[in-house]
C-alpha cells in the first residue's frame, strides 16, 4: 500500500553543522505535510509543515522542502543544538480526509 | 501538550479485563483521534471523532471502541485487554476549519500482562 517512509533511520552530526532529515512518501494525492519531532518519553511536537502548492516554508532555524516530481520531503535543521536529538518523522494527509499517515521515523543524534 | 492530557498516564492491566483511556482538552477543537506506537510500527491511528458523537475507524481498530459525549472528551476503551494491545497510546487533537495540524498529548503507556 501506500505509505510515507523515511531513508535514513539514524543520523548523527556534530554539534553547530546543519541536519537534513529525508522521507519519501508515494501518495500523489497527498496536499499536505508534516514534520514532527519526538522525544524519550514525551508525545510528538509539531515543528512544521507544508502544503503541496508551496515547494519550501521556514520557521525558525527549521526548513522543510518538497519535491512533488520525485515525491520527497526533506527537514532541514540549522546550527544543530544537542536539544535537537530525537527521534524525527513525517506525516502525509491524502486530498480527502483528515487523516495522517506516519513514516517510521529517524533518531537524530548530536555529538557535543 | 497544547491543552490535552491523558489518564492515566502508565497502567498494567491482565489479560482479558476492560481497559479505558481517557483524553481531555482544553483547546474546544473539533476532531480527535486516537493513535498507538509501537517500535517498527511508526504511529498507527485507531480510531478519530470529527464531532461530539461523531467517530469513525482508523488503520487498526479491531478491539477498540472510542466514545466522544462532549467536546472535550474521547474515551478509548480496549473491551478485553490482549497482550498484542500492549502499546503506548497517544491522542491527539486539531481545530479542522482548514487546519490539518494534529497537536499530541503525553502519551499513556499501557502494559497488559
Known amino acids: 500500500g501506500e505509505s510515507v517512509g523515511l531513508h535514513l533511520p539514524t543520523l548523527s552530526v556534530q554539534e553547530g553543522d546543519n541536519s537534513i532529515i529525508n522521507c519519501a512518501y508515494s501518495?500523489?494525492?497527498?496536499?499536505?505535510f508534516i514534520w514532527y519531532k519526538q522525544e524519550s518519553g514525551k508525545g510528538p511536537q509539531f515543528i512544521i509543515d507544508?502544503?503541496?502548492?508551496?515547494d519550501k516554508r521556514q520557521g525558525q532555524r527549521v526548513t522543510v522542502l518538497l519535491n512533488k516530481t520525485v515525491k520527497h520531503l526533506s527537514l532541514q535543521i540549522a546550527a544543530t543544538q544537542p536539544g535537537d536529538s530525537a527521534v524525527y518523522f513525517c506525516?502525509?494527509?491524502?486530498?480527502?480526509?483528515?487523516?495522517?499517515?506516519f513514516g517510521g521515523g529517524t533518531r537524530l543524534m548530536v555529538k557535543p | 501538550d497544547a491543552g490535552i492530557t491523558q489518564s492515566p498516564r502508565h497502567k498494567v492491566t491482565e489479560t482479558g479485563t476492560p481497559v479505558t483511556l481517557r483524553c481531555h482538552q482544553t483547546?474546544?477543537?473539533?476532531?480527535m483521534y486516537w493513535y498507538r506506537q509501537d517500535p517498527g510500527h511508526g504511529l498507527r491511528l485507531i480510531h478519530y471523532?470529527?464531532?461530539?458523537?461523531?467517530?469513525d475507524k482508523g488503520e487498526v481498530s479491531d478491539g477498540y471502541s472510542v466514545s466522544r459525549s462532549k467536546t472535550e472528551d474521547f474515551l478509548l476503551t480496549l473491551e478485553s485487554a490482549t497482550s498484542s494491545q500492549t502499546s503506548v497510546y497517544f491522542c491527539?487533537?486539531?481545530?479542522?476549519?482548514?487546519?490539518?495540524?494534529?497537536?499530541f498529548g503525553p502519551g499513556t503507556r499501557l502494559t497488559v500482562l
Open positions: 501518495n500523489s494525492a497527498s496536499d499536505y
Open positions: 483547546e474546544n477543537h473539533r476532531y
Open positions: 491527539a487533537i486539531s481545530p479542522g476549519l482548514g487546519t490539518d495540524t494534529q497537536y
Open positions: 507544508i502544503r503541496s502548492n508551496m
Open positions: 471523532s470529527y464531532g461530539v458523537k461523531d467517530t
Open positions: 506525516a502525509e494527509k491524502k486530498n480527502a480526509g483528515n487523516m495522517l499517515t
